[in-house]
Structures are given as structure tokens and as C-alpha cells.
């Protein structure tokens, strides 16, 4: 252990020690300096939308800096790696989607532990996988987009943000549930699938709505269907997956606020409480609801109740569907 982190960790013990009344103050004076908000995938991507929001929000609230470090690679398990190095101190946040539980299942070995490396701060908001083509794409709807795979084996392909990833497992789901002749193209980030996608590259993209929402009102996508209980106000002209005719296909996808484990319980409830203040904003809440996502925020128990069940959730999918990390 360095110098400075044993250092780090006496303070915090002796924090712990304190009265309460000491310990609020000691909460109170945080954050004192710019808090890094790790995300664990590229510019553009839904995670790296919302965080910068929140970001800035967090700002105007507390008088110091939140900056996004997008740390991309491996499924996002690089940058999550990173953050479970990070000292528990508050200064570091890691904004991440359900990656974080899917992971565990889907590589050999991962840099964190899911259930012990972090401390949930709150599941900050829920959205979906929006399935959209590229204009040259001759399908209006998801039954005339099947047709068109069916009847040109080996022609059309799908990007995703990458293996695992939300868009994979719903295209999975799709090419599994119809025996569909389609081709997986994974990348790094959910803006460099949708940028292939809308340069033609790829004919089909999986992905979140926060970077599709803009590229489908400006014409260089179409959106046929989201993968969600209910139609989006962002794209309220889409139907969804059941409404198309396939109600197994669905996805809840989230994202989630999470510290490193062992920071203090008063950093915690603060970090939570500042957060749900400003997702609860009116200009925030139109803009959220605008790219796709709704507003969730709930308490650190209820999100490690969660986390616990999805883990053992993605294991049994995973499993199933027998996907590998490439």
C-alpha cells in the first residue's frame, strides 16, 4: 500500500471515529476539489451523454467541478477497473450501464468484483435499445426488415457498442428468436456503431437512444423500434418491439452511480441526494426525457438489491445464449 493511500485511509478511519456532529461537518466540506466521473466507454455514447448532463448539474449545485474521463476498452471492464483503484474518497464516481453486471458473466476475468468493489450510490436512470437502419434500408417496419434478412442471407449486418452489450443481447435475442442469417459488428462505443451505421458502413445499429434520438429526427437513421414496455416521448412516432410484433424482445437498460467501496456512508447520501435534486429539475428532466431516458433515482439499498439480482440474472443468459467475449 502507497504512502498516500495508507494515508488516505487513516484520515477516513479516524473520520469514522468522530461524532456524528464532527463527521456531518466532515461530510459537508465535501467535495473540496474537482470530483472525476469515470465513464467506462467513449464519447457519444449514452453513458457519456448522461453523465456530462449530471456533471454539469453537480456543478451549478455544490460550487465544484464534476468532469467526465471516458476510459474506453475491453466492455467498458477497463475503466471500471480503473475506478475500483480509485481511493474511497468521493473523488471518484463511476457511471456505468448494465455492463457492469453482464461482464462478470460474460469474460473469464474481469479487473473488479461486482458485489465487493463498490458501493451503489443510486440507479440514476432507466432506458433501452433502440433498433434503427440506415435510409437506404428499403424497411418501414421490423416485419419488413425480417423479410428483407430472410430473403438476402449474409447481406445485412448489425453494429452494437460491443460485445455484451445492450444492442448485442437484443440482437442476439432477435437473430435467436427468428433464426435470423445476421452478422454481429461490435465497436468500441455506442457512437462509433451508430456512426458506421449512419455512413453505411453497417446497415443495421442496436443501441441506445440518447446518440440515435438526434441522427433519426435529422433523417440519417430510421428508427423502426424500441425494445421497451412503453413507447418513448423522445421517439413517440416509434412503436415497440411488441407493438411490432415481438413482445419476448425487451431490454431495460439502466445507468447507475456507483463509488468505490469503503467511501464514507456521508459522501454517499450526499452524492445521492445531490443527484436525485437534479434529475428532479425541470430543464434536466425535459432534456433526459428528451434523449430517451427516465428519470429513476433510487436510494443505494434499493440499487444493491438490484445489482445482487441481476448478477445472477445475466449468469443464466449468458449461459444460454452462449456468448463469449471476443
Not at 450501464?97 to 432507466?126: G, Q
Not at 441526494?273 to 433515482?297: H, N, Q, T, W, Y
Request: charged share 15%.
Amino acid at each position: 500500500m502507497n504512502l498516500l493511500r495508507r494515508q488516505f485511509l487513516q484520515v477516513a478511519a479516524g473520520a469514522a471515529a468522530l461524532p456524528t456532529s464532527s463527521r456531518f461537518a466532515w461530510a459537508q466540506a465535501y467535495p473540496a476539489r474537482p470530483v472525476r466521473m469515470i465513464v467506462p466507454f467513449g464519447p457519444g455514447g449514452n453513458a457519456d451523454v448522461f453523465g456530462r448532463i449530471i456533471a454539469q448539474k453537480l456543478f451549478e449545485q455544490v460550487g465544484e467541478q464534476f468532469y467526465v474521463e471516458n476510459i474506453s476498452g475491453a466492455g467498458g471492464n477497463i475503466g471500471v477497473g480503473r475506478a475500483a483503484l480509485a481511493a474511497p474518497d468521493g473523488y471518484t464516481i463511476l457511471i456505468t450501464p448494465p455492463s457492469y453486471v453482464i461482464n462478470p458473466a460474460l469474460y473469464d476475468k474481469i479487473p473488479y468484483d461486482a458485489r465487493k468493489s463498490f458501493d451503489p450510490v443510486t440507479l440514476a436512470v432507466s432506458t433501452t435499445v433502440v433498433l434503427a437502419v440506415h435510409p437506404s434500408v428499403p424497411a418501414q417496419t421490423v416485419k419488413d426488415l425480417i423479410a428483407l434478412i430472410k430473403t438476402n442471407p449474409s447481406k445485412y449486418n448489425y453494429a452494437t457498442a460491443g460485445v455484451g452489450s445492450p444492442g448485442h443481447l437484443v440482437g442476439e435475442m432477435l437473430r435467436q428468436s427468428l433464426d435470423l442469417d445476421l452478422v454481429h459488428i461490435p465497436y468500441n462505443s455506442a457512437g462509433l456503431a451508430i456512426g458506421s451505421t449512419v455512413a453505411g458502413h453497417t446497415t443495421i445499429c442496436l443501441a441506445a437512444p440518447a446518440p440515435i434520438v438526434p441522427q433519426a429526427k435529422d433523417g440519417k437513421l430510421r428508427a423502426l423500434a424500441v425494445a421497451y414496455r412503453t413507447r418513448l416521448q423522445a421517439l413517440a412516432d416509434v412503436p415497440t418491439m411488441a407493438e411490432a410484433g415481438y413482445p419476448d424482445i425487451e431490454f431495460d437498460n439502466w445507468f447507475g452511480v456507483f463509488v468505490p467501496a469503503g467511501t464514507p456512508g456521508e459522501i454517499i447520501t450526499h452524492l445521492n441526494r445531490e443527484i436525485a435534486k437534479s434529475m428532479a429539475l425541470p430543464d434536466v428532466k425535459e432534456r433526459l426525457v428528451a434523449l430517451g431516458f427516465e428519470p429513476v433515482g433510487n436510494t443505494p439499498e434499493e440499487f444493491a438489491t438490484q445489482i445482487k439480482i441481476e448478477l445472477e440474472k445475466w449468469v443464466k443468459v449468458i449461459r444460454a445464449a452462449n456468448i463469449k467475449a471476443q
